[in-house]
């Protein structure tokens, strides 16, 4: 049987486990951050395919293993035991490009069936508390070297977390600035789109020891 040769080629899959992301990149240089969610509302399995309704409750998926299948695809496991799918080099394009458009759809049906894509609508949230750990002149600026803060629903990432605090503190917005932090959590380096969850430990770590100046 021959494999079928795509147009498209990844040169890089990279699956961020905390943030929930599947990070494809292609050899045309388009990149794509995939969440696990969308990967498994669209999955190419023909059960999934062939449902009456759209699959919901996948809000918190994730994908636990990615096996490779010949040259063309990859196989891709999630933690809700399905593994059926099978995502060619075309098909991972495909959702990456139409990716706002089929979520757009996707939720206009949800809202026309009366269904919702949580696990359980309408239940309260636990608040979530994380730790932030300020460095060297932060510590002076902010006059503390750490904080507990719970989370407004509005924080989701490294990057609106950010936000917040720059908005938080107004008078030192510009020290929150990406471009003059940079940010572990839980003592990893991460990415604008890392997941924030509770109980996380945040560090911010000037990138220059001299404390830019606000425009």
């Known amino acids: 049987m021959t494999e ?25 240089g388009i990149r794509f951050e995939l969440p696990c969610e969308y990967l498994r509302v669209f999955s ?28 063309y695809a990859v196989r891709l496991v999630f933690d809700d035991g399905h593994d059926t799918g099978i995502y060619s080099w075309d098909t991972l394009y495909q959702l ?27 239940s309260a949230e636990k608040p979530r508390t994380i730790k932030l750990l300020y460095f060297t002149y932060l510590v002076k600026k902010l006059r503390k070297e750490s904080e507990t803060q719970e989370l407004p629903d509005t924080v989701e990432d490294v990057r609106t977390l950010l936000d917040w605090l720059a908005k938080r503190r107004h008078e030192h917005a510009h020290l929150f600035d990406l471009n003059h932090v940079q940010v572990t959590v839980n003592k990893q380096f991460s990415e604008p789109f890392t997941r924030i969850e509770d109980g996380d430990e945040i560090a911010l770590i000037p990138r220059s020891p001299i404390a830019p100046t606000a425009k």
């Open 4 to 28: 079928k040769v795509s147009t498209q080629v990844p040169v890089e899959i990279s699956l961020h486990s905390k943030s929930r992301l599947l990070v494809v990149v292609f050899s045309n």
């Open 96 to 122: 990456g490009k139409q990716q706002s458009e089929n979520w757009r759809g996707y939720l206009d049906k949800l809202e026309a069936l009366g269904l919702s894509r949580q696990i359980a609508p309408g």
């Open 44 to 71: 190419p399995a023909k059960e999934v395919r062939s449902q009456l309704t759209p699959t919901t409750g996948k809000e918190n998926v994730n994908i636990i293993r990615i096996e490779p299948q010949g040259q």
